[in-house]
């Protein structure tokens, strides 16, 4: 079994996202010399200059690590990673891990979910079958794509199941995606992270990817969320350190772990809600409804003004993953790389600092306003 270890070549995808961008960072803190990131080139803005400007949204700076880094043009969704002949027989030649951490990550966005991550793991199956050196491909996919599972603590043998219902083509395709990797042969090391927030980092944009609709509650006085649901968040530092631990063990005994908080370390949704209430400092508490008490009469009374309407059509996307009342067992993770490396904080020591982010930005954004 291949270990990672400061002379590894390591092709990663994805490193301009939230996640890629920290195993990034992860993998040069470890020592890693040698990096082929995979960057969609965008007009006046080369991939070795999308890292850079990844790296900043970290609140980091590569300076001598921008000699480790080679960043080079490709788009998973093309054949061969889109690779250039000249790229693509270097990489072929060379790497020992692939980590794919490219992701369509919308609820919305179906026909881009099945291009990224089904069509996007077929190209990079093709593309590994070619390499000389046998690479381990180490997937970042998600816990959720067990399907539309409830009241669970699930472990990994529960997961991938891309016949379930799913509630979005997100978690469906990760899972047909998944499957397809461990149905390839390959060499093959997965991780499922659960919800992951951009803690520690100062970009608002990242902080908003989850969070976005967390300061719009503030406009309601119910919402049909079940109290007792937990939510198995963790911060994006957790998995991107998960990662590199994992590839660095010498004897992993799996192939597959959850990234999660666990049963341990999960919270619930009136833990957080009233962390939220106290936050934004609400006259009353936000009244959290059971869904299946959630009728037309409440519907009507608290779901009443336009604008609430417009809110609560966007919310709808993220309501059954709130109401899932899932966690998810890192019991694997924990054996593997010890109960200290794999605890989390509680959600509540940094979502203060995200949801700043969030609200500076809004302030910024209606300051402008004619």
Not at 38 to 55: D, G, H, Y
Not at 64 to 83: N, Q, T
Not at 162 to 176: G, L, Q
């Amino acid at each position: 079994m291949s270990a990672l270890d400061r002379n590894s070549r390591v092709l990663l995808t994805g490193a301009t996202g939230l996640i890629g961008g920290e195993v990034l960072r992860g993998l040069l803190a470890f020592g890693v010399r040698q990096i082929w990131a995979v960057v969609r080139p965008k007009e006046q803005l080369p991939p070795a200059r999308r890292i850079v400007v990844r790296m900043r949204r970290s609140g980091a700076e590569l300076n001598g690590a921008a000699d480790f880094v080679h960043a080079v043009g490709g788009d998973v969704r093309s054949g061969g990673l889109g690779l250039s002949a000249d790229d693509a027989a270097r990489v072929r030649k060379s790497i020992d891990f692939v980590i794919h951490c490219a992701a369509e990550t919308s609820f919305i966005r179906d026909a881009e979910c099945v291009d990224t991550n089904i069509a996007g793991m077929r190209n990079l199956i093709d593309c590994v079958r070619g390499c000389q050196r046998d690479p381990m491909i180490v997937y970042v996919s998600t816990a959720a794509n067990g399907g539309a599972v409830t009241h669970a603590c699930l472990d990994e043998d529960d997961g991938c199941r891309p016949d379930n219902d799913h509630h979005n083509e997100y978690t469906r395709s990760k899972a047909v995606a998944e499957r397809m990797l461990l149905d390839s042969g390959l060499p093959t090391l997965v991780v499922r992270p659960s919800i992951v927030l951009s803690a520690g980092l100062p970009d608002r944009a990242f902080a908003r990817t989850i969070l976005w609709f967390v300061p719009l509650l503030q406009r309601f006085d119910a919402v049909p969320v079940n109290p007792s649901s937990r939510l198995d968040i963790v911060p994006v530092d957790f998995v991107a350190r998960s990662i590199v631990a994992l590839m660095a063990a010498p004897d992993r005994r799996w192939r597959c772990y959850h990234l999660s908080a666990g049963p341990r370390g999960a919270t619930t949704c009136e833990a957080f809600s009233r962390y939220l209430d106290d936050y934004f400092r609400r006259e009353s508490p936000l009244r959290l409804v059971p869904p299946d008490h959630w009728d037309g009469h409440l519907h009507r009374r608290y779901v009443h003004a336009r604008h609430q309407r417009k809110l609560f059509g966007t919310f709808r996307y993220y309501l059954p993953f709130v109401n899932m009342d899932i966690v998810y067992d890192n019991a694997r993770l924990r054996d593997e790389i010890g109960d200290d490396g794999a605890r989390v904080p509680a959600v509540t020591a940094y979502a203060g600092d995200l949801l700043r982010l969030i609200t500076m930005e809004e302030a910024e954004a209606g300051s402008k306003d004619p």
